[in-house]
């Protein structure tokens, strides 16, 4: 079910109907076939799916903290927009993503029933501190999300890249990334299985395939072209079986920026295409 103005104001019924007197949800159930705009189910349902309310040891519902911060809650407009936050901390809504460009995103994305919630909560429109302040949070908690997703992703290449380096070199490579990802590359393996010289490895990955870019920071370059051999891993991970094209300086070389007079580059963003001649399939190889 949806998130709508109609179940919040039925979620409040519920929830207050429950703060005044001991009741369990079979009561309820059975003395009220609907609450509001919907039925008792529901209302139950979705106040359970948030968090609001939960059965004590003694088999009476009872609110929870959530549930007391809900009901708390400024009447109409504050409990709108308190269940959307409780909404997004819970079920991380893939259309949050849209807050880091701004409100009229998020409000063009979402179904009619949820903008008719950020209506009621007085989100759509104004500069006030607190719409402010509410739409901040939103984008707080969107890169939040997209961060923790590219670290995913970066982590599932590493894993693979240290499945391949396993099996070309007999030696498992260090992870160094995740002791410190500041040192400028992820990975530190051998040259060969008949040489134990240093190899630096920098992880790039991809799950949309070729379409997508890689970033690569000045850290990264810097620590590329001063090591003393040194290769970038690029795993397109889009399909069942991964590709890879593993890459030295001089292939990313030609893609990087120059500074110029008082300007430093620090980022630069490379496309997956242009080494797809260097891809190559590797069955058997897993994270």
């Not at 269940?83 to 009619?112: C, H, K, S, Y």
């Not at 759509?124 to 901040?136: C, I, L």
């Amino acid at each position: 079910m949806s998130l709508s103005p109609g179940l919040v104001h039925s979620c409040s019924e519920l929830l207050s109907l429950i703060e005044r007197r001991p009741i369990t949800l079979v009561e309820v159930r059975a003395s009220f076939s609907s609450i509001g705009v919907v039925s008792s189910a529901h209302a139950i349902e979705y106040s359970q799916r948030m968090r609001w309310i939960v059965i004590n040891d003694a088999g009476m519902a009872e609110l929870t903290r959530n549930g007391h911060r809900f009901l708390a809650s400024e009447p109409d407009q504050g409990r709108m927009r308190q269940a959307l936050l409780d909404l997004i901390e819970i079920e991380q809504p893939f259309w949050v993503q849209n807050a880091i460009q701004g409100r009229r995103r998020v409000l063009d994305f979402v179904n009619t029933a949820l903008a008719q919630v950020f209506l009621e909560g007085g989100l759509v429109d104004g500069t006030s501190p607190d719409v402010v302040e509410f739409w901040d949070m939103l984008a707080a908690e969107a890169r939040g999300q997209r961060n923790a997703a590219f670290l995913s992703i970066g982590r599932a290449g590493e894993r693979l890249s240290i499945a391949y380096e396993t099996r070309r070199t007999g030696r498992k490579p260090r992870w160094i990334a995740v002791d410190n990802n500041a040192d400028g590359f992820d990975l530190l393996s051998v040259v060969s299985n008949t040489s134990t010289q240093k190899l630096s490895i920098e992880v790039k990955t991809t799950t949309v395939g070729i379409s997508a870019v890689m970033h690569l920071s000045r850290n990264e370059w810097d620590y590329a072209i001063s090591a003393r051999i040194h290769v970038f891993h690029l795993w397109d991970i889009a399909s069942p079986e991964p590709r890879l094209a593993v890459l030295q300086c001089e292939d990313i070389g030609g893609h990087i920026p120059t500074d110029n007079r008082d300007g430093l580059w620090q980022e630069v963003t490379i496309p997956f295409d242009a080494f797809e001649s260097k891809m190559s399939l590797q069955a058997g190889i897993t994270a």
